[in-house]
C-alpha cells in the first residue's frame, strides 16, 4: 500500500515502471485478495496499476460482512469519490511516469469507471464489469450514469451478466443505448445470458455460469486494456 494525497491506494507495477497504466475501481469489498491479483496480474503484464481504496483503510475484504459494506456504500458520494479517482490518476500519469492510463472497475467500481469516463478525457479505456447502475437510483446516485456513459470519449468494455438481480437488463440497455449513441470512442459489449450480478467474484463460482463468464471475460479485458494503453 501506498499513500497519495493523503488516500491509501495499492500499487503493483513492473520492476523499472512501465508507460502504461490502469487505475483499478473495486466492488464492495474494497482492496481484496482477489483484487490485488487482478492488479497484479496486470502489472506482469508490463501495466502499472493503481487501486482505490473506497473504505480509506477499515478493514473490508470478504471477511466484512455485507450489511456493514452496504452501509458503507450507502454513505459514498459521487463527487468525493470521483475526485479520488482524479487524484490516482494524477499520480500514474505525474509520479508513476505514465504516458497513458485507463480505467477498470467492478460492480459498485463498475459504475465509477463510467462515470469517471464521463469527466475524464485523459483516459485511455473505460472497462466497466457489472456496473451497478439500478432502476432506480441509490439516494447518494447523484451523478447520472447514463449521461455520463454518453459522455466518454475513449474506448469502452462493458460486460453485462443476463441474470443480473441489481441492475435490471432495461438499465444495461440504457447504458448500451448511450454508448452507441457516442461519436467516438469504440463500443465493446459484452452479454453473458444465465450470469449473475458480480460474476467475476471466486465467491460465484460455485455457479458454472458465472465462472465460465469469468473465465471468457477476463482474457478479453486484459487483451483491450494492453491495446488500449499501448495506443497512447
Known amino acids: 500500500m501506498i499513500t497519495v494525497a493523503g ?3 495499492y500499487l503493483s507495477r513492473p520492476a523499472g515502471g512501465s508507460t502504461a497504466g490502469m487505475l483499478l475501481l473495486p466492488m464492495i469489498s474494497g482492496i481484496s485478495a ?21 473504505w480509506h483503510g477499515r478493514p473490508s475484504g470478504d471477511e466484512t460482512p455485507m ?3 452496504f452501509g458503507w456504500m450507502s454513505e459514498l458520494d459521487d463527487e468525493t469519490c470521483l475526485a479520488e479517482a482524479r487524484q490516482l490518476l494524477d499520480h500514474l500519469l505525474g509520479e508513476l511516469g505514465c504516458t497513458s492510463a485507463g480505467t477498470i472497475g467492478w460492480c459498485m467500481g463498475g459504475r465509477f469507471a463510467l462515470l469517471l469516463g464521463g469527466r475524464e478525457p485523459r483516459l485511455a479505456n473505460v472497462v466497466a464489469y457489472h456496473p451497478t447502475v439500478p432502476g432506480t ?5 447523484t451523478v447520472d450514469a447514463v449521461a455520463a456513459t454518453a459522455s466518454i470519449g475513449a474506448p469502452v468494455l462493458m460486460l453485462y451478466p443476463g441474470a443480473d438481480s441489481l441492475v435490471p437488463v432495461e438499465s ?3 447504458l448500451q443505448t448511450a454508448l452507441q ?10 452479454f453473458f445470458p444465465g450470469a ?25 479485458a486484459v487483451q483491450f486494456i494492453e491495446t488500449t494503453t499501448a495506443a497512447g
Not at 137 to 141: G, S, Y
Not at 200 to 219: D, I, K
Open 7 to 9: 488516500q491509501g491506494a
Open 196 to 220: 449473475e450480478h458480480g460474476f467475476s467474484a471466486r465467491a460465484r463460482h460455485g455457479n458454472p455460469v458465472n465462472a465460465e463468464a469469468a473465465a471468457l471475460a477476463w482474457p478479453q
Open 181 to 190: 449513441s457516442r461519436s467516438t470512442g469504440t463500443s465493446v459489449v459484452a
Open 172 to 174: 444495461f440497455q440504457r
Open 34 to 54: 482477489q483484487v490485488r491479483e487482478w492488479a497484479d496480474t496486470l502489472a506482469g503484464r508490463g501495466i502499472t496499476t493503481l487501486t482505490w481504496d473506497p
Open 137 to 141: 437510483p441509490a439516494p447518494n446516485h
Open 67 to 69: 450489511d456493514t459494506l
